[in-house]
């Protein structure tokens, strides 16, 4: 059974493997299943779009990449965003989908305070991720996202910078 990456926000399936972490991380899952990545439309190297995907087109997306790549039955693991589109995914094509492994991900990314549980601090991470957007590329991401990192500096950050 094929495991399937399905990224966050920003990747870049090439731009990744100047990661160490990375290296290490989908060298130990390709210890025992084969690994498919792939990069979202508009993001690292697909080609630019004109408009955000939505959460429906970027599944849509994904089933191409199954069927493309000959995939009946797979493990998907989403983190951030990408456990979005994999929970779609999931629901929409249950007998495609043998095992769903979540990090870091939410179900919904709409910032109203519907008053369920961890909303005040999801909205509280969005606002901080819309700031960012506005540094994208001045690492500002790193200190606070990944403290553990961010020593890496600008080598780390290089990796997402080209992704976007």
């Given at each position: 059974?094929?495991?399937?990456?399905?990224?966050?926000?920003?990747?870049?399936?090439?731009m990744?493997?100047?990661?160490?972490?990375?290296?290490?991380?989908?060298?130990?899952?390709?210890?025992?299943?084969?690994?498919?990545?792939?990069?979202?439309?508009?993001?690292?190297?697909?080609?630019?779009?004109?408009?955000?995907?939505?959460?429906?087109?970027?599944?849509?997306?994904?089933?191409?990449?199954?069927?493309?790549?000959?995939?009946?039955?797979?493990?998907?693991?989403?983190?951030?965003?990408g456990?979005?589109?994999?929970?779609?995914?999931?629901?929409?094509?249950?007998?495609?989908?043998?095992?769903?492994?979540?990090?870091?991900?939410?179900?919904?990314?709409?910032?109203?305070?519907?008053?369920?549980?961890?909303?005040?601090?999801?909205?509280?991470?969005?606002?901080?991720?819309?700031?960012?957007?506005?540094?994208?590329?001045?690492?500002?991401?790193?200190?606070?996202a990944?403290?553990?990192?961010?020593?890496?500096?600008?080598?780390?950050?290089?990796?997402?910078?080209?992704?976007?």
């Amino acid at each position: 059974m094929d495991l399937v990456i399905v990224a966050g926000w920003v990747s870049h399936v090439d731009m990744l493997w100047a990661d160490p972490g990375w290296v290490t991380f989908v060298g130990e899952l390709a210890s025992f299943a084969p690994v498919i990545l792939y990069d979202k439309r508009g993001t690292g190297l697909y080609d630019p779009v004109d408009s955000v995907p939505t959460l429906d087109g970027r599944a849509d997306d994904l089933r191409s990449v199954l069927d493309a790549a000959g995939c009946n039955q797979v493990a998907l693991l989403g983190f951030s965003e990408g456990g979005s589109i994999s929970m779609l995914f999931a629901a929409t094509y249950p007998q495609r989908v043998r095992a769903l492994v979540l990090l870091a991900t939410f179900a919904s990314g709409v910032l109203d305070d519907d008053g369920s549980p961890g909303r005040t601090k999801w909205i509280e991470l969005m606002t901080r991720v819309r700031s960012t957007i506005d540094h994208w590329g001045e690492g500002q991401t790193i200190d606070w996202a990944a403290p553990s990192l961010s020593g890496l500096g600008r080598n780390f950050g290089d990796v997402f910078a080209c992704g976007v």
